[in-house]
């Protein structure tokens, strides 16, 4: 009798290699994964993130792994999966955002708006910075503790990262009756310091979708640093394990993301 099992793991920000500090539009981008079993003998197969299309910026898949591997008791597997993007105006057609578990929207939420926002004779832009700065104001960046990010935490919390942010804003704004949707991806600072992966959100105030960071910030923009997308949708590594045997499956997975240019 084989036994099946699928893990989901969050990929989390852990240590990045950065090489070059030009300011060249294109991006070799290597996402890196050590997955190491800790359990008995069976088969694994490894669903990586891939890229998901944006009208912001070109990518192209050069290289990506085999998905299925037989394992034994102590193995341990690198994938890498790789792209080169150029940061550039596409049509291409973006998938369909699918709400992160955090997104949510109760009746915390919208007593909030109501105290942010205490009428509708303001335009769509006073309210998105309205917004903006009151999530500036009342959250306090911690990434002391690992936990799922959620709005309705981070409201009540005042605490939280990039995501519990974007998160709470996204909430914010929609509650509000503004479009607003979270987005994934890297951040790369001017002094080439690389935050995988990181959280903004993307919002509609009349003039199509444009992006917002959330973190220190009171613009309705991006802030001074190089963003590349990788998708609304959280990135997961995703393991299905098989074995004839009933052992339970253990991994260890670690991540590393190069940039270079």
């Known amino acids: 009798m084989k036994l099946l099992v699928c893990l989901v793991m969050t ?12 300011q060249a539009p294109r991006y070799e981008i290597t996402l890196e994964v050590r997955v190491s079993n800790r359990g008995g003998p069976g088969y694994i197969e490894v669903e990586l993130p891939f890229m ?21 008791a102590g193995d341990r597997i690198n994938l890498s999966l790789n792209y080169e993007v150029k940061l550039e105006t596409t049509s291409a057609s973006e998938l369909p955002a699918a709400d992160p578990p955090g997104l949510v929207t109760d009746p915390d939420i919208t007593k909030a708006v109501t105290m942010i926002i205490p009428h509708d004779r303001i335009s769509p832009r006073e309210k998105a910075l309205r917004l903006l700065n009151f999530v500036n104001d009342w959250m306090t960046y911690d ?27 996204a909430a914010l704004c929609r509650a509000a009756g503004l479009p607003a949707r979270v987005v994934y991806g890297l951040r790369k600072n001017n002094k080439a310091e690389i935050v995988p992966l990181h959280a903004w959100v993307e919002i509609d105030i009349g003039a199509g979708w444009q992006p917002v960071e959330t973190v220190e910030h009171t613009q309705l923009s991006l802030a001074d640093a190089t963003y590349i997308f990788w998708s609304r949708t959280r990135p997961e590594i ?6 004839s045997k009933a052992f339970a499956p253990q991994f260890d997975v670690e991540t590393t993301w190069k940039v270079s240019r």
Not at 52 to 72: M, N, T
């Open 52 to 72: 998901e299309p944006s009208q912001s910026q070109r990518a192209e898949l050069k290289r990506k792994p085999q998905s299925s591997y037989a394992v034994a």
């Open 11 to 22: 990929i989390c920000s852990l240590p990045v290699q950065v090489r070059a500090a030009d």
């Open 238 to 243: 995703q393991i299905k394990w098989q074995s």
């Open 143 to 169: 990434d002391s503790e690992r936990k799922t990010p959620n709005a309705r935490e981070a409201l009540a919390m005042r605490r939280g990262v990039c995501e519990d942010y974007a998160l709470l804003y």
